[in-house]
T-cell receptor, first 113, second 116 residues
Framework: GQQLNQSPQSMFIQEGEDVSMNCTSSSIFNTWLWYKQDPGEGPVLLIALYKAGELTSNGRLTAQFGTTRKDSFLNISASIPSDVGIYFCAGQVLNQAGTALIFGKGTTLSVSS | ETGVTQSPTHLIKTRGQQVTLRCSSQSGHNTVSWYQQALGQGPQFIFQYYREEENGRGNFPPRFSGLQFPNYSSELNVNALELDDSALYLC???????????????FGPGTRLTVL
């Protein structure tokens, strides 16, 4: 099925470092979302972006909706051990029947203390 | 906690059997979407239900079917199970009406299905 291009696939960082991950698509999306998933759990919404160019923060997390509407990035500042998990980007189209989310393959984040 | 619940948590079936998975949406949410997440992959959209009607479908065969009830809870049914159906099945609820800005989906914990 269709998926977004998410990179990097995995990251190994030290506690306190900043992290950046991004997502690109050949298609335009109306909404970009970032989720975090822990093992055996469902994805938890971190940030939702609704307008091209929008920059939104949620604590140490900052995400931006690219101006072309085909990309988004997520930054995590001053990482801590509980940031460990899999981060997914998802794009949503709102101009067709249904509002399916199209997901990236995820970025696995490991944080060493 | 998103308020979206799913049952059962885990399920083991054999090839050819049928399975029903259940989802209760967050209070006030009238739309339920189902996703299949294979190991190491992102979730893949199966279908969406809005006010008891299917409102969009991904690239899944007809043996994947669903229902939504008047209280907005939902079921996912899979017939003639195949080994490749082994995955985490996620449901997500949302509001308001699909197609409007802000239709953010909140996920349940998932049901882990193993087909032997």
């Amino acid at each position: 099925g269709q998926q977004l291009n998410q990179s990097p696939q995995s990251m190994f960082i030290q506690e306190g470092e900043d992290v950046s991950m991004n997502c690109t698509s050949s298609s335009i999306f109306n909404t970009w979302l970032w989720y975090k998933q822990d093992p055996g759990e469902g994805p938890v919404l971190l940030i939702a972006l609704y307008k091209a160019g929008e920059l939104t923060s949620n604590g140490r997390l900052t995400a931006q909706f690219g101006t072309t509407r085909k990309d988004s990035f997520l930054n995590i500042s001053a990482s801590i051990p509980s940031d460990v998990g899999i981060y997914f980007c998802a794009g949503q189209v709102l101009n067709q029947a249904g509002t399916a989310l199209i997901f990236g393959k995820g970025t696995t984040l490991s944080v060493s203390s | 906690e998103t308020g979206v619940t799913q049952s059962p948590t885990h399920l083991i079936k054999t090839r050819g059997q049928q399975v029903t998975l259940r989802c209760s949406s967050q209070s006030g949410h009238n739309t339920v979407s189902w996703y299949q997440q294979a190991l190491g992959q992102g979730p893949q959209f199966i279908f969406q239900y809005y006010r008891e009607e299917e409102n969009g479908r991904g690239n899944f065969p007809p043996r994947f079917s669903g229902l939504q009830f008047p209280n907005y809870s939902s079921e996912l049914n899979v017939n003639a199970l195949e080994l490749d159906d082994s995955a985490l099945y996620l449901c997500a609820s949302s509001f308001p009406t699909p197609g409007q800005k802000g239709n953010t989906q909140y996920f349940g914990p998932g049901t882990r299905l193993t087909v032997l």
